[in-house]
């Protein structure tokens, strides 16, 4: 019988379940001469579509881990290019070059620009919780409250919190952008609430919520204003109102 324009395959012994496997995959064995493949007992079959099998297998592996690592590098970029630029004033190619990848290459990982902004506000409320968690680890609420209020966190928006810096645009996105802003703000809230164990549960996340919302509304105040020496009162004053508040004062 010929099969894929001239390769001829006999009916041995073998019978039907060689010629079968031979069929499913005459790809693999069109790079062999006629008498190479008639030549091939049922073992020797098995033996070769599995190691195609295999190649195949390893292939596509590779191929979802690639494409897996393009877009965590994709969302990664997206938030940084986000924080520092806004949502509106980042267009998809820029964001795509600023990746080094082409433009057409966006849609194969996201369905439109808001499903990379979802993407790309969890991954840098994430770090920001880390960070968060980290400062309470070694210094407590106020290490968290000055590690936020910082002149180094207000000079450098694309390595800060999503809340100051996209805050505004945010609140205009789809649903699942402001599910992921309320998700990470909660976690937030839950990060402070858990260093104010002198008093009771319910009353520790209310006042984490103040502090929280203080702390997001004083750091955009700080980059709004033209003014530098008005912007870094504004963070001092900021802190020095939340220390007083957490003492009871």
């Known amino acids: 019988m010929s099969l894929n324009g001239g390769l001829r395959l006999s009916r041995k012994p073998a019978g039907s379940f060689i010629f079968a496997l031979f069929t499913s995959h005459i790809d693999y064995f069109h790079h062999l001469s006629i008498d190479d493949v008639n030549n091939l007992n049922v073992n020797q079959g098995i033996a070769v579509i599995q190691k195609n099998l295999e190649e195949k297998i390893e292939t596509m592996r590779k191929s979802k881990s690639e494409a897996a690592e393009t877009r ?3 969302i990664a970029t997206a938030s940084r290019e986000f924080r520092r630029n806004g949502v509106n004033g980042t267009g998809l190619a820029d964001l795509m070059s600023a990746a080094g990848l082409t433009h057409g290459g966006f849609y194969r990982h996201f369905k439109n620009k808001d499903h990379l902004v979802a993407e790309a506000l969890t991954s840098g409320l994430d770090s920001i919780v880390e960070k968060m968690k980290a400062a309470g680890g070694s210094g407590g609420v106020n290490a968290m409250v000055s590690g936020y209020l910082s ?3 207000r000079d450098d928006p694309s390595q800060g919190c999503p809340l100051a810096a996209l805050g ?3 609140a205009r996105c789809d649903g699942s952008v402001r599910d992921a802003a309320t998700e990470g703000f909660t976690k937030l809230i839950d990060i402070i609430a858990g260093q104010l164990t002198n008093i009771r549960p319910d009353t520790a996340r209310k006042r984490a919520l103040v502090v929280m919302s203080t702390m997001i509304g004083a750091l955009t105040m700080s980059r ?4 530098p020496g008005l912007s870094d009162t504004i963070l001092r004053q900021a802190e020095r109102h939340i ?7």
């Not at 220390?243 to 004062?249: N, Q, S």
């Open 72 to 74: 965590r590098h994709i």
């Open 151 to 153: 002149e180094a966190h």
């Open 168 to 170: 505004a645009e945010t």
């Open 224 to 227: 709004v204003v033209d003014d």
């Open 243 to 249: 220390r007083d508040f957490l003492a009871g004062k």
